[in-house]
């Protein structure tokens, strides 16, 4: 599968972006889908994650509550709506594929590694 992302942007503080992940080679069912983020001078990590196999969604906690993963089998998309945004959301926001379901609990695949397939990012900066 190639993952293509796009609606990135400038945006302030307290504002709202959707950003789409579109899909190609593969349809979104077969695989969990996942939305990272990297800000300068920091670790890529995990935003949210979703997988329609099981129905499964992740978010990391300091996105709880603000942003919303979707995915979309038909148009073949995953969208991350973000909202209530702030500041140290600023980063280079990337999709990552991995066949099968996110799994739940303890096996939940969340974690950078776990990713195999990604696309080329997308900026996101949130002005103060």
């Known amino acids: 599968v190639q993952l293509v992302e796009s609606g990135g942007g400038l945006v302030q503080a307290g504002g709202s972006l959707t950003l789409s992940c579109a899909a190609s080679?593969?349809?979104?069912?077969?695989?969990?889908i996942g939305w990272f983020r990297q800000a300068p001078g920091k670790s890529r990590e995990g935003v949210a994650c979703?997988?329609?196999?099981?129905?499964?969604?992740y978010y990391a906690d300091s996105v709880k509550g603000r942003v919303t993963i979707s995915s979309d089998g038909y148009a073949n998309v995953v969208y991350l709506q973000m909202k209530m945004m702030k500041p140290e959301d600023t980063a280079v926001y990337y999709c990552a594929a991995v066949p099968g379901p996110i799994g739940t609990g303890h096996a939940m695949r969340k974690m950078t590694y776990e990713y195999d397939r990604w696309g080329q990012g997308t900026q996101v900066t949130v002005s103060s």
């Open positions: 080679g593969a349809t979104v069912d077969d695989y969990a």
């Open positions: 979703i997988s329609n196999a099981d129905g499964s969604t």
